[in-house]
């Protein structure tokens, strides 16, 4: 049976940009609608599309933001085993700010439950060029999930670029679950 939920992420970003020092405060707001199409519990595998609209909230003068609405297309496929989970997912950027362009992501997740309230894990990711003129980027993160209660989260992540510009970046939101 399909599954339905809908997330609102509320963020707050550090974004260090080497030689351009560092940018702390809110970022975009996200909302999205997940629905898991298919949903295999004896093999725990899951597929799922979690179509995003990006709300402008972010100071993006201060690269806290994209600036103008995006919309946010993707495909998300996920396999667990005992406390283990690893997902991907694969997806596009619809973006109307006049100096950015449409662009191609993936990323793969591996993480671990480590108690009832915290999930650790490790993210690889990357796009194609967000605007014209630049290249591909490639980066990593370390971060969780920490459950405050069956419908609120507390996400946090750190890491930086290994391919493209070197930035450092933080990130902590809060995650509303509705199912």
């Known amino acids: ?18 030689n351009n020092g560092t940018a702390t405060g809110v970022g ?31 100071d993006h003068a201060h690269d806290l933001g994209e600036g103008r609405t995006a919309f946010v297309l993707p495909l998300v496929a996920q396999k667990s085993w005992g406390k283990w989970t690893i997902y991907g ?8 700010a006049a100096e950015t362009r449409n662009y191609i992501y993936a990323g793969a997740v591996l993480e671990r ?12 990711f990357g796009n194609s060029p967000k605007e014209h003129g630049n290249h591909s980027d490639v980066a990593f ?31 902590v939101g809060l995650q509303l679950l509705t199912k």
Not at 2 to 13: A, T
Not at 113 to 124: A, F, S
């Open 89 to 96: 997912n694969i997806g596009y950027w619809w973006q109307t």
């Open 1 to 18: 049976m399909p599954d339905i939920q809908l997330k609102l992420e509320v963020p707050v970003s550090i974004v260090n940009r080497d």
């Open 28 to 58: 975009d707001l996200l909302l999205g609608v997940k629905w898991r199409f298919f949903n295999n519990e004896h093999a725990q595998a899951q597929l799922g599309i979690y179509p995003q609209l990006l709300l402008p909230t972010g």
């Open 141 to 171: 993160n370390v971060g969780g999930t920490w459950r405050l209660n069956k419908h609120l989260n507390l996400l946090f992540s750190g890491g930086r670029d290994i391919v493209g510009d070197a930035h450092a970046m933080a990130y």
């Open 113 to 124: 439950d480590i108690n009832e309230q915290l999930t650790l894990g490790v993210e690889l």
